[in-house]
Nanobody, 128 residues
């Protein structure tokens, strides 16, 4: 059974930085896609970054490209997914979720409904 636990909730002023972590345990595939999504009540959940487990190929959503970095640390029985967020803007505020198993053959999808496993969510606020 896949388990995903997030950490890193925070509130910063615009221009500040935060780093989110997601510890993943359980079975996982080499060509798994891992991703971070964010959600605000008035919008559908949107993907901000994804990474392929076995080759570290990453893609960032246009609005966060150059400011956010997705990465992973692989261990024997677990995997930790990270989202480094720099130069945060007020529009980055939202609930952030890590997600896994949302692609096929190394192609990662952006639609939240394609992902099977989810973290519990962590609130990020960028406000003055």
């Amino acid at each position: 059974q896949v388990r995903m636990v997030e950490s890193g909730v925070g509130s910063v002023q615009p221009g500040g930085s935060l780093k989110l972590s997601c510890k993943i345990s359980g079975y996982h595939y080499g060509r798994w896609c891992l991703a971070w999504f964010r959600h605000v009540p008035w919008k559908a959940r949107e993907g901000v970054a994804n990474i392929v487990y076995d080759d570290n190929t990453t893609i960032l959503y246009e609005s966060v490209n150059g400011r956010f970095t997705i990465s992973q640390d692989k261990f024997t029985d677990t995997l930790t997914l990270y989202l480094q967020m720099d130069n945060l803007r007020p529009e980055d505020t939202g609930m952030y979720y890590c997600a896994a198993d949302g692609g096929l053959g190394g192609t990662c999808y952006w639609y939240w409904g394609d992902y099977t496993h989810w973290g519990q969510g962590t609130q990020v606020t960028a406000s003055s």
